[in-house]
Structures are given as structure tokens and as C-alpha cells.
């Protein structure tokens, strides 16, 4: 992945700071420092257990957040004596004056890059350091994790909707949780593989490209021509003055026999509102056109002010369908502009774009590839940034070591088994050059390598395993955190969004297809399958009957 920030102070959302956690992160820190456990070494595991929306991958997204979170981490004045307001009177002076002075210093985090594609029950982060203070990063961190990954991943579903060729906007500032959540969506669709969005402040935060024209508010606002203050436009790279109003009227009146029309039955308020927009944006005119008739009104209208542009050196975007049946209406678009572009030789508005909106979801473009449309770009916002289909995606923390010694939380529920200490992950590769499977085994094995036979088990059952010759190996974790400081430079969102498409090529098409998805392989080595078994019979209780 190619780089471009420098390794210095990274800025950070003032939101995320050590006191966005639960309470019970904090009362646990209390009772490891009462109990002298301050000094033992722990290492945790993040990640989660099942894929999103009844598919079989997930993207990776949030780490840029929790390193700049772990370089910044430090309790305030303000904090500490917030917690002294909270915390029961007798709680020892000793523990506040230890909080104030607690740094990350001593923690190593080792993740696999942003932008990833990973798996159910592989590490997306390994934390190791002190074990007070690594239990205090357990729920920020997974704040930072759950929604960043779940809606990258909600992204690249519908980029694999939409296809490679169709422009996607995130449109869903309005319909997303609070100002952090608009934000946060925004940045992440763009990772997850969205061309754009509305959202002007993540544009300047993040350098997403922005896009938007006008609401149906804008087009309802304007009743007659004759209310227009300004008529004129230049034609383009000169000074010469036209009355832009005449050339849109001339043009309707051209128009309505090749579109079959009636000048007017075309609504007035509408063509006054995009012959203002025109005046405004002559370069950049894309208009909404489903606010009266699209066919009637807004289609005619909308090639008026076109046609007129065209006459003064300006090519018109498009427009915008916000409603009705999308697959015939944007046909029935594409006709029309063709007939237009015939009739007066205007090669161009043929391929006018064709945007579609509407509280579109993943099985709404589906279901319009099945129709066959004419549909060049989707504003999507309510499915997306909400996640409606999935609201979490479920990550968990949890201890795998303490003092270097392995623990394993045990349950009736498999899913929830951890598999304990510290592992190593790979990704073997075919000769395809697409995935094969990930394999976890214990830091002191020795690396797979590409040609050599490996012996890849499931984590729980015995009878199911494969030897797997990989024509390729990459070792999926480096450390990004050490010693106070994050030490891998960090790519930039453009840069992690050029990733996350091209981790996405390497896995294969049945592991992504929308219906019934094959499950990709997480496997153990040999080694970790029997360390892990051995520990689960030390800890699991023997029952006796009598």
C-alpha cells in the first residue's frame, strides 16, 4: 500500500478521548490497581465473530481512529475529577493520582492494514501492555472498529450491486446518527468504494470529492418566467450577452414535437427554476426532474435548458430521478436524449447522466440490473449510513493472555470459544493469485511458505481440515503502535480506499456474490488446534454423576 502522511502528532477527533467508554472499563481499572495487578502484562484480541448482512466478508476500517486515540490517550484534570464525582467516597486518592499520569507508552498494537478485507474469528487487532490500561482501551476501540468497518463494508456491497462502471454518491448526512455518524459514514462509504458525497465538511476533513445540485425545494420556489430578475448569459469564453431566457423558449418550442409534448403543459415554475439554476451553475447543470411530470415536464424542460447551453459553448450534466419507477423512467430518459441528440446533432446529450436516488438499497440496484435501466449514478443515503439491514457488526475484545500465560473464555455457544494467546495470521494464495484461506498459528511456528504443504485445521472441529500448498503468503499483521508512538506511516483515505478495492479482486466472486455466499476458510495450524484443545480440557469442568 503506498503511503503519504508524515509520522507526526496526528490530529484527533476531540470526541474520542479516554472517557468515551462504559463505566465498568474504569471500575475494573480500580479494582486491577487495589489488587497490585497494575503491572501484569495482558494481551487482548479484537474482532468479531460473524460477517455482516448475510454475506461472508467484511472491510476493515477505523485503525487511522484508534492510533491517534492511543498516541493522545491521557486523562485530563477535568476528567479525573469528574471520575472523583462518580467513584464512592472511600476510593483511595492513590488510583486518581495514577489515572493522571497513565500513558500508552507501554502498549503494542499489531492490526492488519485498513482497508482489508478479513474474516470472522482473525484478529483485526492484537493489543498487548500493561493490563489495567489495555482493558481501559477496550470500548473505545471498539467504537472506533464496529461502525467504521460495518458501513465500509455496507459500501462495497453496493459497489458490487452498482458494477465497476456506475458512479456511487453517499447521499445520507441527514439520515445518519448525529453529526460523528454523518461524518464517519461519509468517510468510510468513500473507503468502502463511493465515488462521492454531500457532505461538505467531510469533503474538507477528508478530501472526499463533493457532489449535489438541488432539492425539489429549489425547483417549487420559482412560479413564472416573468419573475426572473436576471435574463442573460455569455456565451462561453467571450463577453457577448444572450437573453438565455428566448433561447430556452425557442428550444421548447423546437422540442416538443420530437419529444411529443405541449409546450404548455410544461410546467412554468420548473423551467423558470432550471434556467435560474443554469444562470448560476451554466457548467454544472444537473437537474432534478421528477418534481411535476418527468416526462412532460421535466425531461422537456430539462433538454430546453440544455439545447439553449449547447447554443452558447456549455454541456449540461444530467438529471436527477428521485422517484416513480426507476428502470422505465431512466429508459425512457435515455430515449428521449437520443431522439434529441438525432434530431438537432448534438452527439453529447445522448449520454447525458442519468442519477438515481430514492431511498435505494442493495436490493433495489439488484433488482434493477434484473429490469435492464439506463441509470449512470445512485445517490444512496437511509440504507447506507444506517446500516438498515445490519445495525452492528458485533466486535468483541477479549482477553487471550495474561503474564504469558494463555486464557480462554469457554461457552455452551461455539461462536463465542476464544481461541487464546497471542497468534500470528497469514493469508495463503492460489496460484490464481486469489485468497485460499487465513491461517492463525502461534507466534513461534515458522512462517507458511509459498510451495511448501501446510496443514490448515478448523479451530473446533476434528474432522475437518486440508492440506493447502499456497503459491503465496502474506503475513497479515504489522505493528503500528509501540513505545507511545504509532510507527507505520499512514496512508491517506484515497489511498486506503485504492486498497480496499483491490483486496477485494484478491477474494474470490463466490465468497461476495449477494446470494447464499460461500463461506470463505479461517483456519489453525496443527499446533495452535492442539494448544487450544489441550487448554479448553484444563479449564472445562468435569462432571460427576451419581
Not at 86 to 102: D, G, K, R, V
Not at 167 to 194: H, I, M, T, V
Not at 356 to 367: G, H, K
Amino acid at each position: 500500500m503506498n503511503t503519504s502522511n508524515k509520522l507526526t502528532k496526528h490530529s484527533q477527533n476531540g470526541v474520542i478521548q479516554p472517557l468515551l467508554t462504559d463505566l465498568y472499563e474504569i471500575t475494573m481499572a480500580y479494582a486491577y490497581w487495589k489488587s497490585a495487578k497494575k503491572c501484569d502484562t495482558a494481551v487482548f484480541d479484537l474482532y468479531f465473530r460473524k460477517n455482516p448482512f448475510r454475506g461472508e466478508f467484511t472491510i476493515f476500517a477505523g485503525l487511522e481512529e484508534c492510533l491517534k486515540f492511543l498516541e493522545h490517550f491521557h486523562f485530563s484534570d477535568d476528567d479525573v475529577d469528574y471520575l472523583k464525582s462518580i467513584f464512592p467516597p472511600n476510593t483511595e486518592a492513590a488510583f486518581f493520582s495514577y489515572l493522571q499520569e497513565l500513558t500508552t507508552h507501554d502498549v503494542t498494537v499489531c492490526a492488519i492494514p485498513e482497508g482489508t478485507v478479513v474474516f470472522p474469528k482473525v484478529p483485526l487487532l492484537r493489543i498487548e501492555g500493561p493490563l489495567l490500561v489495555v482493558q481501559l482501551l477496550e470500548t473505545t476501540l471498539l467504537n472506533l472498529v464496529n461502525y467504521a468497518s460495518l458501513v465500509a463494508t455496507n459500501a462495497a456491497r453496493f459497489r458490487m450491486a452498482a458494477g465497476e462502471n456506475k458512479q456511487l454518491l453517499e447521499f445520507g448526512l441527514r439520515r445518519a446518527q448525529g453529526p460523528d455518524g454523518g461524518l464517519s459514514a461519509s468517510r468510510y462509504c468513500y473507503l468502502g468504494g463511493f465515488d462521492g458525497t454531500s457532505n461538505v465538511l467531510a469533503g474538507k476533513l477528508f478530501d472526499i470529492p463533493v457532489s449535489g445540485t438541488h432539492a425539489h425545494a429549489f425547483v417549487t420556489s420559482f412560479m413564472k418566467i416573468n419573475d426572473m430578475k436576471s435574463r442573460t448569459m455569455c456565451k462561453k469564453e467571450t463577453t457577448e450577452e444572450t437573453d438565455f431566457v428566448d433561447l430556452c423558449l425557442k428550444w421548447r418550442e423546437s422540442l416538443a414535437e420530437v419529444l411529443d409534448f405541449i409546450p404548455s403543459e410544461a410546467h412554468e415554475g420548473e423551467l423558470t427554476a432550471f434556467m435560474s439554476y443554469a444562470l448560476a451553475f451554466p457548467a454544472g447543470v444537473l437537474l432534478l426532474v421528477d418534481t411535476f411530470n418527468v416526462t412532460k415536464s421535466g425531461i422537456p424542460n430539462f433538454c430546453s435548458v440544455a439545447l439553449a447551453l449547447n447554443e452558447l459553448g456549455y454541456k449540461a450534466i444530467g438529471i436527477r430521478l428521485d422517484s416513480g419507477d426507476l428502470a422505465y423512467l431512466s429508459n425512457v430518459a435515455r430515449t428521449m436524449f437520443k431522439k434529441v441528440a438525432e434530431r438537432f446533432n448534438v452527439p453529447w446529450m445522448s449520454e447525458c447522466v442519468i442519477v438515481a436516488s430514492n431511498d435505494i438499497d442493495e436490493d433495489t440496484i439488484l433488482s434493477l440490473n434484473q429490469q435492464g435501466h439506463s441509470i449512470n449514478s445512485y445517490g444512496i443515503g437511509t440504507h447506507l449510513v444506517t446500516c438498515k439491514k445490519q445495525p452492528a457488526l458485533g466486535c468483541v475484545y477479549k482477553l487471550v493472555e495474561v503474564n504469558s500465560t494463555p486464557r480462554i473464555k469457554l461457552s455452551e455457544d461455539m461462536q463465542k470459544v476464544t481461541m487464546p494467546g497471542s497468534k500470528s495470521a497469514y493469508r495463503l494464495y492460489g496460484h490464481d493469485g486469489t485468497a485460499l484461506v487465513d491461517l492463525l498459528q502461534k507466534p513461534e511456528e515458522p512462517e507458511p511458505l509459498p510451495g511448501q504443504r501446510v496443514l490448515c485445521r478448523h479451530p473446533f472441529q476434528e474432522s475437518k481440515r486440508a492440506y493447502v500448498s499456497p503459491a503465496k503468503v502474506e503475513c497479515l499483521y504489522k505493528i503500528y503502535f509501540k513505545n507511545g508512538k504509532i510507527c507505520e506511516t499512514l496512508p491517506s483515505l484515497k489511498e486506503k480506499r485504492d486498497y480496499a478495492i483491490e483486496s477485494l479482486r484478491k477474494i474470490r466472486q463466490d465468497h461476495k456474490r449477494a446470494l447464499n455466499p460461500t463461506p470463505y476458510k479461517v483456519s489453525v495450524s496443527d499446533k495452535l488446534y492442539t494448544f487450544i484443545h489441550e487448554l479448553w480440557l484444563e479449564n472445562a469442568p468435569i462432571g460427576e454423576l451419581s
